[in-house]
C-alpha cells in the first residue's frame, strides 16, 4: 500500500557525514508519521528519529541529539536522515518507516523500507 525505499547509505570515516533518504509511493503519504529505525549485529532495532506531517514536530533518541536531523520534502514524497559527526557506535542497517500516529515503537510502524547499511570507522 504505501512503498518505501531507502537510499543513501555507505561506508563513511568517523566525524564523517550521510545523508539517508526514503522515497514513498503508493497511497497518500502527507497524513503519516515518519520514523527512521536502525538495528546493529547483535542488538535490537531501536528508534532514532521521527517526524510529524503537522506541526512539523521531529524527535530524537538521545544517542543521536544534535548529530542527526530528518526533515520533508511533501512535493517529492521523501524523509531525508542527515547524519553529521558519525561515530562507530552508529553503524548499523538504518529503516525507513511510516507509521498512521507518532510513534516510537517499530510495531507502530505499518510500512517499512528495505533497509540501506550506514558503516563508520575510522
Known amino acids: 500500500q504505501v512503498q518505501l525505499v531507502e537510499s543513501g547509505g555507505g561506508l563513511v570515516q568517523a566525524g564523517g557525514s550521510l545523508r539517508l533518504s526514503c522515497a514513498a509511493s503508493?497511497?497518500?503519504?502527507?497524513?503519516?508519521?515518519m520514523g527512521w529505525f536502525r538495528q546493529a549485529p547483535g542488538k535490537e532495532r531501536e528508534f532514532v528519529s521521527c517526524?510529524?506531517?503537522?506541526?512539523?514536530?521531529?524527535y530524537y533518541a538521545d544517542s543521536v541529539k544534535g548529530r542527526f536531523t530528518i526533515s520533508r520534502d511533501n512535493a517529492k514524497n521523501t524523509v531525508s536522515l542527515q547524519m553529521n559527526l558519525l561515530k562507530p557506535e552508529d553503524t548499523a542497517v538504518y529503516y525507513c518507516?511510516?507509521?498512521?500516529?507518532?510513534?516510537?515503537?517499530?510495531?507502530?510502524?505499518?510500512?517499512w523500507g528495505q533497509g540501506t547499511q550506514v558503516t563508520v570507522s575510522s
Open positions: 518507516a511510516a507509521a498512521p500516529t507518532d510513534a516510537t515503537n517499530p510495531l507502530a510502524y505499518h510500512y
Open positions: 517526524i510529524t506531517y503537522s506541526g512539523s514536530n521531529t
Open positions: 503508493g497511497r497518500t503519504f502527507s497524513s503519516y508519521a
